[in-house]
């Protein structure tokens, strides 16, 4: 039997009365796409800061390829790739240096001009990261969570601020590390592109797992058209606390209310 990528057991965390994630029973199958769903405050950046020990849970457990975040965290991080909602580059360092930076502490041998081609900064491989757009830095960033070959990526909000170009450059990513075996967590606001990349959904909101499935099994479940959009499934799911979907575009977004103190 195949070991769950990521597995979760009454995973909570709470910062002082504030509830940022409530009892999460969890799976993520080893080789997915999971689309964790859910608007801005809903628990999912929190979700991956107790996976990565960046933060310790309040009560719960959970595994990541096999290992405790919280006792094997070298190990997990040599088979992670990380591209994280927030980050910060150095102005003065090149795109290549960035890389190699990650590349000595992954003890990998990537070329850091390979991976700079393959997120669409070949032009840039030696340009200072102070020079760079937020796409741009995106992209760098999305380059540095693909050293090493990770078994696991974990892609929170990767859709920020890039063009429709960026966007699909992001699928294709998504779809070639599946192609080699690697699970892809993929957290996000941005429904029109969960649904093209992601095998499942998991929708969370105000720090709950409201249900999880395929999003055709969402559709027959709440009674909705084939073709209806992953925008009205959530609405549905969540109603009483969304207050607002976009329309369905390149762009469109889930907004709800963050609890107190913006926990993420």
Known sequence: MTTPAIETDGLTKRYGSTVALDGLDLTVESGEVYGFLGPNGAGKSTTINLLL??????DGSATVLGLDPWDDVVALHDRVGILPDRYDTYDDLSARRHLRL??????????????????GLSDAVDRPAGEFSQGMEQRLALAMALVGDPDLLILDEPFTGLDPHGVALVRDVVAEETDRGATVFFSSHVLGQVELVCDRLGILHHGTLVDEGTLAGFRERLDLDADAAVEDVFVELTEDGVRSAAPRDESASIAGDAPEGGVQ
Do not use: C, F, Q
Not at 53 to 58: I, S
């Open 53 to 58: 020990n960046y933060v310790r849970p309040t």
């Open 102 to 119: 990650v590349i000595d502490t992954k003890r990998s041998d990537d070329d850091p001009e390979a991976l700079l081609t393959r997120v």
